[in-house]
């Protein structure tokens, strides 16, 4: 007797029956998505647009009084402070030292740890665990090897006679000291990654041009290498803007020393803003450093579509 | 719904009815101690304040010392005001210039018994304008030199003390007994403060020498660190780094309190890392120099914040907890700035890790030393120094054309 019941009372109830089912589903939509929509706006566009705000007044924390000074933080960081183009240059050759050197270490990891061998988890753990280590300790541990005299990597060098610098002491030693351990540091991210897109890529094409007499060398070149492509504009892309936004391990290592010589961009901001107080300054060098960021994204971007 | 309104109107009522009627008052204190032993006393403070104001308690608030300053900005400029708190030399100047400072001396004027002429002068410098009292030292604490006795013992060499009572303790004898104790011990002859002289105590490993020298880093405005003086004991100290090899050198750590060094500048705080170390130890004055005796003083105050909403409760609670008897009970801790607690038996042998005669040291240190430098723009001057002293401690550097180079950069921000 299942066919004699109003189809009316099983259905669900209309509350709104003058909302089509288009804009129902719109509305249920934008409904689902709310609560991360509001985070979105509340933590990110509004700080966001806020900055750009900061950026145009002389703002002191502490005195919590704001001028409006136009773009006068702008011209004053490009045209007048000499450090600020220290700053600049310093992150660019943490970035040209960190980016390749990464990149190319990751990759050859990758192409040495993604096969199917007895121990290869253990090899890729060791690798990939300095990426969970505490920022804090890996410093502090480095710190240590890296001391002048008593050091370990020097005694080690020392064992075959040569004079390692004062690694941390020196300015350009520095500089090469915090890339060098920065890349040992986050490498294992980008093995993953690679070690993923090897994976996918399927074997039958490699033992196809093994057939046809391919070198291994040939074989990485002409088809691993260009499918790998995808995955190697994003790891360039992430390991540049993580490059430019380096904050924590210089803090740890150096402090921006000796004689400012890895003064980066990042931690100049937190000098402005977190130890002078200057937010309005600290908030127009901010926006510099996302335009640079954004504007190198898309040469990468744009560079990768010309090539494909 | 009606039952969830009329919940809603309960709960509102309710908690109207709590902050209205009640009318106890919570005091938020900022400190950037979590020792125990501290805690217990301020608690106690607490506790005492309630014979007088039974309704009102006090919540401390512990910040590490190392963000300390920068997280008590932020909790100002959020809205977020402590009522009290403790404030660091260093950020004396910064905040009092920046008016989030109360004045205290309507409150510890009006304070019953608390005669404020008991503060020694020099001890004031940094908290005071004219009438204006804008925090009430609560530690006054003098650099001394921690020694390891063992060590002077093995090199077979007087040690500080003993010295210093022959009159023979000064900057010469310093340096010539650093390099005593590197050559027969193998260890450092010295460390400065926490190993930290050439990062974040580039102030603290200048200093001392400079003033003993009879130098200033500066004064009125004006830079000294290329006048004679201070570029006489820099270059003592920059020798004593890089020729006698005895001062734990740049990018190496030489841990005093392990063992690694046999004598380190530090404040009396650090007694009680001692009992640890396992060798036998001492503190000794400051060695002299051409200016004479010239001991320096680190300092921390307790301030009332003006933005707080309980500003006269708190200015109160302050003059409670700087009291005489306050202040005694505290002096194990935290060297007083009251002249006579200082002068009193009750101070040299309030510290049960210090024998009365060091602790005698570090009374005549309070009532003859100046304090640090501070200046309202610290957190530039010493970012400003911070480059050309690390070009200053290089094997082959040019001392006075590095102290030269300071002076150029910190002159237009005195």
Redesign the interface.
Known sequence: MAGALPIRDTARREDAPWLTLKMREAMEAWLFISPTLAGFLIFFVGPLIAVVWYSLTEW?????QATFVGLDNYSDALFRNPDFWHVIRNSVIFAIGLVPLNMALALSLALALSGRFAGVVIFRTVFFAPVVTSAVAWAIVWK?L??????FINQMLASIGIDGP?????PNWAMAAVIVTRVIKMVGLNMILYIAALQAIPRDYAAAARLEGASGWQIFRWIIWPLLGPTTLVIMVITTIGSFKVFDHIYQMT??????GTLVLAFYIY?QG????DVGYASALAMIMFVVVMMLTIFQLVLRRRDT | MKTTMKRMTTTVLALGMMSGSLGAAELRFTIWTGNEAHLKMLNGFAESFKAKHPDVTVKYETIPPGDYT?KL??Q??GGNAPDAGWLMEDAAP??AA???LDNLAPALNKAQGYDFADFSKPALGLWTAGDKVYGVPFSTSPFVIFYNKDLFDKAGLEDPNALAAKGQWNMAKFQEVSKKLKDATGKWGFEFKDGQG???RIMHALMPPIRAAGGDVWANKQCGFDKPEAVAAVKQLHDMVFKDKSIV?????GDYFSGGSAMTINQISRASLMPKAGFKWGIAPLPTGAGGESPVIGQAGIVVFSAGKQKELAAEFVAHMTTKDNVAAAAQFFPPARKSVLDSDAFTKSNNLIPPEQMKVVADAISKGKVLPAHEKS??IL?AM???V??L??ANADVEASLKAVCTAIQPLL
């Open positions: 002191n924390l502490l005195t919590q240590f890296l001391q002048g005299e008593a050091g004062n690694w941390l002491r020196e402090g921006g020393g000796p004689e400012n000098q977190f130890q002078f107080f | 920068q900005t932020f100002l400029a910064t905040f920046a008016g989030v050439y990062d974040t050198p740049p990018g190496e750590q957190p530039q970012a911070k480059p050309r690390d070009a401690w290089r």
